[in-house]
């Protein structure tokens, strides 16, 4: 027995589709009933490597008599957040207001006309621990919709109209200034945690934009604490147990202040923008660890993430075999039998896992969560071995299941963060899995004769949702910089025609920001938009720092006009909630700052050329644009490129900073010289 799910392409979906709840996707159809029969919906919104989402399934949507109050009384529909961001966003706001705090699974009940009533996240099958129980609190509301409906659809209208107001952006009217940024950095000062990184208490999360943007304020000010703020996270993090020691890659958040206990599952977003910012953090320090966590990160993202076309997969669960962590932890007897079978003697064995933190007993739950334990690291061959043996072991455990679903920001911040690592490691492997990104975007994700629109999400050959505004800014962001790590010119004008598309279909002139969502959307009761960084940075933030780019690559002034719009909305939270605006602030800075442009004529795969544009990449230089230019790329004429050519049949660079070029050269060191300032 199946319901309406069998036929969705999204795993989250799909693991309902054997419940006896009648579930739907949203749609037409279910909204249509729902008005036809006037029946409240229940609306059950997750994603597929969310913990508490497959324990709410298992108490409550696999229970016959949980179903049965739900198909008599409601109309039930499941939603898989990272599909529907726009779903996601908007009544998440309604169960935060309602509630006081939010999560997944979220449950939210609404009218026909789709307007939330109740909220809540899990509830237990049973009353427990001050909660009430599901099937008690889908009788409460089955009751007062039947007995109080005037009440509730009153509470319905006014939270629809709270809701309103609350996404409402009014337009900047001052440009963000340097002493803003300033503040933001002396507030997140004042949340850091001195002893084991990041920012307030647990459970703690990475904030990798964060952290790029202390980068970019200790460029500035050179000032040492700043500076510390970042290379305390990134060592603490690299440490804990929220990094695989052995496969690499990192969980998404940390459950206590210490990035010891994650919870399991690894997210594309996450793993995507912390193998960016240790990229950032090497370019700026030089310290080889910092390369080495990225290179172990995008290895991991290649290995466990990429699928067959060249896209990547959305997550990886935090369970295998009904138990969270089963796939990562170890026991201190099976981890001394694995490395004495790979060779290391006994006294080397017990070295390794005292290194880890692996001991009699455990860390947690009676396992062992491995982490850099002990400052003393055995010999790197012999922890090399031991991390060798130990990942070939834990390949023969059952895997944790993989959400293979495609999503094109996510695929964005993928193409982002390969691109820079092949350009600052030399890696030509992850040169290659850009291609190939790239390549499926173009083949799955655009959508062909459809005015340069993308798809939202791909899974098995199938795409499907139109795209919204952060899957616009975010795939030309990561073609950005596939074009300036590739060379590849087409990259660059799929990136300007996919920021016009969403100027033409998300841009508004009266707040002067992007919409979350087009015309093609759903009309729920407020059309989404936001300025806030999350676990994702938002539309608007990362728009602006692409539009200020093409702005100095095309020439043309309406980019740089609608990026300022964009700081200048923002501009009066940046420095009260800094933590909330990690990317604008670094957005901001970009705007506050000489443009810097490095223009490499030469074909793209020219030996020479890729040697200029790795020098030019190779510092910490984070205002940066890499423009490669070939002869036969097709790139219109705009202004950067006039008169730019590859000298006497040699690749050659032209380095400007502000309104002053330097001689051009092809010497790969005079470029990396001229880049840093210092020619």
């Not at 597929?48 to 409601?74: G, I, K, Y």
């Not at 290179?295 to 009904?322: K, N, W």
């Not at 002869?631 to 219109?636: A, E, N, Q, R, V």
């Amino acid at each position: 027995m199946t319901n309406r799910l069998a036929t969705e392409t999204s795993p989250y979906l799909l693991q309902h589709a054997g419940n006896p709840v009648d579930w739907y996707p949203w749609g037409p159809e279910a909204l249509e009933r729902a008005r036809a029969e006037d029946k409240p919906i229940f609306l059950s919104i997750g994603y597929s490597a969310c913990h508490w989402c497959h324990v709410m399934a298992h108490e409550s949507f696999e229970d016959p008599a949980v179903a049965a109050q739900l198909n008599r009384n409601f109309v039930a529909i499941k939603v898989d957040r990272e599909e529907r961001p726009d779903l996601d966003d908007v009544y998440m706001a309604a169960v935060q207001t309602l509630t006081g705090g939010g999560g997944w699974p979220m449950s939210v009940f609404l009218t026909p006309e789709l307007e939330p009533f109740f909220g809540g996240t899990y509830f237990p099958p049973e009353d427990r621990h001050g909660m009430p129980g599901f099937p008690r609190v889908l009788s409460a509301i089955a009751e007062a919709y039947r007995d109080r409906r005037a009440e509730v659809v009153e509470q319905g209208r006014q939270l629809a109209a709270h809701l309103r107001e609350q996404l409402e952006v009014q337009p900047g009217r001052s440009e963000v200034e340097r002493r803003q940024l300033d503040a933001a950095v002396a507030r997140l000062a004042e949340s850091f945690d001195a002893v084991h990184g990041g920012f307030g208490g647990a459970p703690k999360f990475p904030a990798p934009m964060t952290l790029e943007f202390l980068l970019r304020a200790w460029r500035r000010s050179r000032d040492p604490e700043v500076l510390q703020m970042v290379t305390i996270t990134l060592d603490r993090m690299a440490d804990g147990g929220i990094h695989d020691q052995i496969g690499g890659g990192f969980a998404r958040y940390s459950t206590d202040a210490r990035w010891l206990v994650p919870h399991f599952e690894k997210m594309l977003y996450d793993n995507a923008q912390l193998a960016h910012v240790y990229l950032e953090a090497f370019r700026a320090t030089g310290q080889p660890r910092y390369a080495e966590v990225a290179r172990q990160t995008l290895e991991f993202m290649a290995r466990e993430l990429t699928t067959e076309d060249g896209g990547f997969a959305s997550a990886l669960d935090a369970d295998s075999e009904g138990e969270e962590g089963r796939f990562y932890t170890w026991d201190l007897e099976p981890m001394l039998e694995t490395l004495g079978a790979a060779g290391l003697d006994p006294g080397e064995a017990r070295d390794v896992a005292a290194y880890w933190g692996v001991v009699p007993g455990g860390n947690w739950e009676g396992h062992s969560i491995v982490h850099v334990a002990r400052p003393e690291a055995p010999s790197p061959g012999m922890l090399d071995r031991g991390r060798e043996a130990l990942f070939a072991a834990r390949e023969q455990r059952a895997r944790p299941g993989r959400d293979d679903k495609q999503l094109a920001a996510w695929n964005g911040m993928a193409l982002r963060a390969l691109a820079v690592g092949s350009l600052v490691l030399g890696d030509d492997r992850f040169a290659e899995a850009v291609r190939r990104c790239a390549q499926f975007i173009r083949a799955h994700l655009l959508r062909q004769g459809e005015g340069g629109r993308l798809w939202r999400t791909a899974r098995a050959g199938t795409a499907h949702t139109p795209a919204f505004c952060e899957d616009y800014a975010h795939v030309a962001d990561g073609l950005l910089a596939a074009y300036a790590a590739l060379g590849d010119g087409a990259d660059l004008e799929l990136a300007a025609a996919l920021m016009n598309r969403a100027v033409a279909d998300f841009w508004d002139e009266a707040s002067g920001c992007f919409f979350d969502t087009s015309d093609e959307h759903d009309r729920v009761v407020a059309r989404p938009r936001s300025l806030v960084d999350g676990a994702t940075p938002s539309a608007n933030s990362v728009a602006a720092d692409v539009l200020l780019r093409l702005a100095l690559l095309t020439g043309e002034p309406d980019h740089d006009r609608r990026a300022r719009s964009i700081l200048r909305a923002a501009g009066p939270a940046l420095e009260r909630h800094p933590i909330q605006f990690g990317r604008m602030l670094s957005t901001a800075d970009r705007a506050l700052g000489d443009p810097l442009d490095a223009v490499i004529a030469g074909d793209g795969d020219d030996p020479l050329a890729v040697a200029l544009r790795r020098a030019a990449g190779a510092g910490y230089q984070p205002d940066l644009v890499i423009a490669p230019l070939a002869t036969d790329d097709g790139i219109p004429t705009w202004p950067i490129f006039e008169g730019k050519t590859a000298r006497d049949g040699r690749a050659t660079a032209y380095v400007c900073r502000g309104y002053a070029c330097d001689e051009p050269t092809s010497d790969p060191e005079r470029v990396r010289a001229q880049v840093a300032g210092l020619a």
